[in-house]
């Protein structure tokens, strides 16, 4: 019966994402001056893995891609081929294919064969462009030294001469699988010779007695057909014939004589490749969407983290049973030794929590990793000169908000990128070096994260920002701002400086929607900017998402967590500083700030609550989104470390309210959000 | 591979289903026994602000949080105090492509029924204080009427499934 092997497929699309990310950076890494053989040999040999991978699960448009993919880089590692910028970007231009193929088929999407074959082209065209010098070292095979080069273009197919010696199916292969294969390559004809066939009396079930002739009629490189027998080689007797094209005089002509070959038109690399990246573009954000839906999450972890983890339950285990131990048979003589055992415990527990926390830590390198490519396109492609530093790229972060900062990320660079770096002229003009430099940073600060972005581009022109925001009715006329007010206007929605829109950025969409993902993730985002010098967006976000450090509060009889990084200070209510505004909105006057007062028993409609009077309670002031706010408590309980539960996988989102805890009597707590309180407060 | 392993399967199963039956009022119901996840005793719960008094508030099921709806009050069929026989029926919905844990308060569970496919009535579309749309169909037990909930559509929540799926 055959294995299903769906159940692999998760893996190889998950190892093949890691191997194009590997090949992307490796041919950005590479320096055409000075080529190492080790470079080309790594992007080679991600390249031969994913092939291998997907010839196993049948994906035979990404195998064939990567084939011919392969031979150039061979031909590279062999010293054979001038390592070209052309060739780097037909190849990069070959990741983003492969990447978008592997996306569809992950996402059970049609192939965008046109790109695919467009891009095989350029391929093949870079191929035969630059064909190696003729001392190169000649193949296995009785096929010329050309062949092995690639496809000979005046080729139209192969014959081979197959005949397996008689122990071949011991060897556990079978030579139908083999024929399978074959047939991905092209029509394949196969006749068995019977010949060898013993007697029935003679005949040994278990050994092989046929030979076959098989004709494939396409124009494959040998090596593809060598690959195949790879692991029969020495088990057969093999023959291949190359078939040749008729007319062979004319051999820039019969390409399109060729019955298997691509429709394509032969051009010039550069053309040929933006159609395609054009294409692909096109159906991307769809197929992407998809794709998304269906992937499973999995996370790798590295094996260390894992022994880690079974050393601290081993030693809980070795706790436990100590203590059951003493509880069997308990005197209170052993009472220290219960205290031990429970402070023991309570030591492992905290460990082995911190310990399953690290295993969704993820170093933040997993996002920063797409940017250089990022740069180097935008850079191509706009005229500029770029250079883009990655600097604490191994900050590790939780898993959840790796995932989730990737888009945002992406935006902010491409709008540094865009509009923050000037034109290299610009900036001679400006007495600025003429490349630009933009810095991506992550560090730790606190119970944070932070990730800055930092161009020496042209900076934000407060002036302009207002005077775009008047235009667009955003704000009125004579509002008074101040610097930081003024920078926030681009998080406003509907709002784009960008004169003239790119492909690259300036839709107006985007930086609503990056403060709005990263308010999500618990973080916040600010700007500093200075016109002419350049600007820094800093994102700020929790650490993990998994675990809190809270307040617990009392309300009634209700219990709920106050996140502590959003408490300034709490205080008594002195009756004399709290103002009424328009007889209904109460405010307490604090330093000389009037603080708005949310009694949370108000719009949580709690019942009973035992201060109905402030003078009765407390009032925790608390931060959101910049604006300070009193919240209106009966009392402050204990602080402790709350592990977030989500109170949206089994029930709905409630305003007001970021996510639940379990609290040490088993009870559920809610896990307070001030902007959600704040938004049900205005209501 | 799991083809043939349903081809296999005797057609029992497909003739014949399982419900749990449970009181709620004076009236009968049942919800596929596959969708029961385990059956509880009423404790209290968190109580969530803001939502319909139905939802009477969350518990901790063993690390999760799972909301608790009060059957009575969902159909308005009047309230009735807690005791210590009223029950916590905690069942599995699947909704989109999500599984969604809830329970749902009832009076008192009463049995597991067997009910032959073809014995199941359509609903009428009048008579139940439910509005019929959560009933998949009516069924005769040993002379009384149980109506079989559906559970998708009951455990569906005012205004998070409604313009999401």
Not at chain 1, 509 to 521: E, H, S, T
């Amino acid at each position: 019966m055959a294995i299903d092997m769906q159940q692999f497929h998760q893996v190889f699309f998950e190892e093949s994402f890691e191997g194009l990310d590997a090949m992307e950076s490796g041919l950005l890494n590479l320096d055409l001056g000075d080529v190492n053989a080790e470079d080309i040999n790594t992007i080679f040999r991600a390249a031969h893995s994913i092939k291998g991978g997907s010839g196993t699960f049948g994906f035979s448009a990404v195998a064939d891609f990567t084939h011919v993919m392969e031979t150039l880089l061979d031909e590279m590692r062999d010293g054979r081929r001038q390592v070209t910028q052309a060739a780097i970007n037909v190849l990069l231009g070959s990741v983003d294919c492969l990447r978008d193929m592997m996306q569809a088929i992950r996402g059970g999407n049609e192939i965008n064969r046109h790109g695919v074959s467009q891009n095989q082209q350029a391929l093949e065209d870079e191929l035969e462009s630059g064909a190696g010098s003729p001392g190169a070292p000649s193949a296995v095979a009785p096929a010329s030294a050309a062949q092995a080069l690639g496809v000979d273009s005046s080729i139209v197919g192969w014959t081979i001469a197959f005949s397996p010696h008689k122990h071949l199916l011991k060897t556990g292969n079978d030579p139908v699988r083999l024929f399978r294969e074959l047939a991905t390559l092209g029509d394949l004809s196969v006749a068995a010779d019977l010949q060898g066939v013993p007697d029935l009396p003679d005949l040994d079930p278990e050994e092989c007695h046929l030979s076959w002739r098989l004709s494939i009629a396409s124009p494959v490189p040998v090596q593809a057909i060598e690959e195949i027998f790879d692991w029969v080689e020495d088990d057969c007797d093999l023959a291949l014939q190359a078939v040749y094209a008729r007319n062979r005089s004319a051999s820039g002509e019969s390409g399109a004589t060729l019955p298997a070959a691509e429709p394509a038109p032969a051009a010039k690399v550069g053309p040929v490749l933006k159609p395609q990246s054009e294409a692909v573009k096109t159906g991307e954000p769809d197929d992407r969407k998809k794709a998304a839906a269906k992937a499973s999450s999995s996370i790798r972890v590295d094996t260390g983290k894992i022994d880690a983890l079974i050393n601290m339950v081993g030693e809980l285990v070795i706790t436990q049973s100590m203590l059951s131990l003493v509880g069997e048979h308990f005197e209170i003589a052993k009472l220290d030794q219960l205290k031990n055992g429970l402070a023991q415990l309570e030591r492992h527990t905290r460990e082995l929590q911190e310990s399953v926390m690290n295993i969704r830590m993820l170093p933040i390198s997993f996002v920063f990793s797409r940017f250089p490519r990022l740069a180097h396109d935008i850079s191509g492609k706009l005229g500029k000169k770029i250079e883009l530093k990655l600097v604490g790229e191994n900050t590790e972060v939780d898993k959840t908000v790796v995932e989730l900062l990737s888009d945002p990320l992406v935006h902010l660079v491409r709008n540094s990128l865009d509009h923050g770096i000037e034109m290299p002229e610009v900036r001679r003009a400006a007495g600025k070096p003429e490349t630009g430099t933009v810095i991506l940073e992550a560090y730790h600060r606190g119970g944070n994260i932070v990730i800055e972005v930092r161009d020496d581009g042209k900076g934000l022109d407060k002036d302009m920002l207002r005077a775009k925001a008047i235009e667009k009715g955003l704000i009125s006329a004579d509002a008074i701002l101040s610097d930081k007010q003024s920078y926030e206007l681009i998080f406003m929605p509907g709002f784009s400086t960008a004169e003239k829109l790119t492909d690259i950025s300036g839709r107006g969409v985007g930086m609503d929607v990056v403060r709005r993902n990263i308010q999500a993730l618990g973080g916040n985002i600010e700007i500093i900017s200075e016109l002419g010098k350049g600007s820094t967006i800093a994102i700020h976000l929790p650490l993990t998402l998994a675990i809190l450090d809270g307040q617990s509060i009392a309300v009634g009889d209700e219990t709920y967590i106050l996140p502590l990084g959003a408490i300034i200070e709490s205080l008594n209510i002195k009756e004399e500083r709290v103002n009424r505004v328009v007889g209904k909105g109460e405010t307490f006057l604090l330093r000389g700030h009037y603080l708005p007062i949310i009694r949370l028993h108000e719009i949580f409609k709690v019942p009973h609550p035992k201060a109905m009077r402030l003078t009765d309670g407390l009032l925790v002031v608390v931060e959101g989104q910049g604006e300070r706010y009193g919240l209106f408590v009966d009392d402050l309980l204990g602080q402790q470390q709350v592990v977030i539960k989500s109170l949206e996988a089994n029930y709905r989102r409630i305003e007001g309210v970021s996510a639940a805890t379990i609290l040490g009597d088993g009870s559920v707590a809610l896990i307070l959000d001030i902007p959600g309180l704040v938004r049900l407060a205005n209501q | 591979m799991s083809a043939s392993a349903e081809m296999e399967t005797p057609s029992l199963e497909q003739t014949s289903l399982q419900f749990l039956s449970f009181t709620l009022d004076q009236e009968e119901y049942g919800v596929d026994i596959l969708r029961v996840q385990e059956i509880r005793s009423w404790e209290p719960v968190s109580r969530i602000p803001n939502v319909p008094a139905y939802e009477k508030g969350v518990v901790n099921l063993r690390g999760a949080i799972v909301p608790i709806i009060d059957l009575r009050e969902r159909f308005k069929l009047g309230w009735s105090a807690y005791t210590e026989l009223t029950v916590v029926v905690v069942l599995q919905a699947r909704i989109g492509d999500k599984t969604r844990v809830m329970g749902v308060v009832v009076d008192a569970v009463s049995d597991v029924v067997n009910v032959n496919k073809k014995h199941i009535q359509a609903s009428p579309s009048f008579g139940a204080k439910v509005s019929t749309e959560l009933i998949n169909g009516l069924v005769e037990v040993n002379g009384r009427m149980v109506m079989l909930l559906d559970i998708d559509k009951l455990l569906k929540l005012q205004g998070v499934d409604d313009e999401d799926y």
